[in-house]
């Protein structure tokens, strides 16, 4: 089973995704779990859980080179979720990228 971390300013406005995401690998019986969480805990989540996919809302694209760079060593691929489809709360969208981003990431 594969983790899918989502996080954002408080945790809120991505767990509307998150639901989204859900309902859409149920449909489709993709095994991952997908969670979102407040930016101010991303350290102590990444490290104790190692999730297998990070992809921050567009309230804390500022944080991204810092995740990068940060997690670098981890092999945790980060993404940032296209403003596009958050704004349309499209899980369809925001899971293909997940899983791309992890496929990719097992074939390294």
């Given amino acids: 089973m ?3 971390f989502l996080f954002c300013e408080a945790g809120m406005s991505t767990s509307l995704m998150v639901s989204k995401m ?3 690998a149920e449909e489709k019986q993709v095994p991952v779990t ?3 969480y407040p930016m101010v805990k991303a350290h102590g989540l990444i490290t104790d859980e190692k999730p297998d996919c990070i992809l921050l809302g567009p309230q ?3 944080f991204y080179e810092d995740m990068k760079e940060r997690y670098a060593s981890t092999n945790i691929p980060i993404a940032l979720l ?3 489809d958050y704004a349309l709360m499209d899980g369809s969208k925001v899971l293909k ?3 791309k981003m992890i496929k990719e990431n097992d074939q390294k």
Wanted: hydrophobic fraction near 40%; aromatic fraction near 0%.
């Fill in 97 to 99: 990228q997940a899983i």
């Fill in 82 to 84: 296209d403003t596009q």
């Fill in 22 to 24: 859900r309902k859409v």
């Fill in 34 to 36: 997908i969670d979102a």
């Fill in 60 to 62: 804390v694209r500022h």
């Fill in 2 to 4: 594969k983790k899918i």
